[in-house]
T-cell receptor, first 114, second 110 residues
């Protein structure tokens, strides 16, 4: 299947700083990218859906000013956690979808805010 | 009631056993995904199917659209198959969001 990468795989940051996570589709053009958050032993929670070149659509309860999503190209989407707090510590996963509406998942980024 | 129900929630097997994980859903779908997640790890897409059956190595996925049911089978299970297996459905719509089951934790003992 197609390959989706995420960078970084792990990040530790201090409270109040911002962290950017990149999601790249390496061998196909991703018209849509999804950002998920996963709490320990829980299923994935969709945070937002982004289509290339347009504003992201956020799920209810997700603060768009705190979780900034940019999908500037067909191969790259970024999630920036602004003014991070310890409660933002989580596993963040992206997935990318092409014209056939398949979804390929990235390996995830573990964020720890101290 | 969740739109996507998986069973069992937990499954322990001995190496070499044939494994079946079930997924039932209550909405119309355009596709169903089977995903695998190892502890502390990322998610791997195993299958996407909208009808019939797919096979990849020791893994087989089937779907019955009329009965709104899918199964994931693992033949000759191995300890490295130990993971959480997640069923997710794509109900179409303009953005093709996935609805996830709660996952099945599979442990294969040597």
């Amino acid at each position: 299947g197609a390959v989706v990468s995420q960078h970084p795989s792990r990040v530790i940051c201090k409270s109040g700083t911002s962290v950017k996570i990149e999601c790249r589709s390496l061998d196909f053009q991703a018209t849509t990218m999804f950002w998920y958050r996963q709490f320990p032993k829980k299923s994935l929670m969709l945070m937002a859906t982004s289509n290339e070149g347009s504003k992201a659509t956020y799920e209810q309860g997700v603060e768009k000013d705190k979780f900034l999503i940019n999908h500037a190209s067909l191969t790259l989407s970024t999630l920036t956690v602004t003014s991070a707090h310890p409660e933002d510590s989580s596993f963040y996963i992206c997935s990318a979808s092409g014209l056939a509406h398949e979804q390929y998942f990235g390996p995830g980024t573990r964020l720890t805010v101290t | 009631k969740n739109e996507v129900e998986q069973s069992p929630q937990n499954l322990t097997a001995q190496e070499g056993e044939f494994i079946t994980i079930n997924c039932s859903y209550s909405v119309g779908i355009s596709a169903l995904h089977w995903l695998q997640q190892h502890p502390g790890g990322g998610i791997v897409s195993l299958f996407m199917l909208s009808s019939g059956k797919k096979k990849h190595g020791r893994l087989i996925a089937t779907i019955n659209i009329q009965e709104k049911h899918s199964s994931l089978h693992i033949t000759a299970s191995h300890p490295r198959d130990s993971a959480v297996y997640i069923c997710a459905v794509n109900s179409g719509g303009s953005n093709y969001k996935l609805t996830f089951g709660k996952g099945t934790l599979l442990t294969v003992n040597p």
